[in-house]
């Protein structure tokens, strides 16, 4: 049977470490995409083709 690598973690360093490491995880991939989609789109334009219609 494997073991989730969080419980891997948990075992040898504490729980508390497991969920401090997946949650730093989780917030670093949040950033990045966030990131991604800002320079998406300035590439792309979409802040400039507003019309008033």
């Given amino acids: 049977m494997r ?3 969080e419980g891997r973690v948990a075992e040898f360093a ?3 470490a497991g969920v401090a490491g ?3 995880l989780g917030a670093a991939c949040c ?3 966030a ?3 800002r320079r ?3 590439r ?3 802040d400039q ?3 008033g219609r």
């Fill in 44 to 46: 792309d334009g979409a």
């Fill in 49 to 51: 083709h507003v019309t």
């Fill in 3 to 5: 073991v989730a690598p």
């Fill in 35 to 37: 990131l991604d989609a």
């Fill in 22 to 24: 997946a949650g730093a």
């Fill in 31 to 33: 950033v990045l995409l």
């Fill in 40 to 42: 998406t789109e300035r």
């Fill in 14 to 16: 504490g729980v508390p």
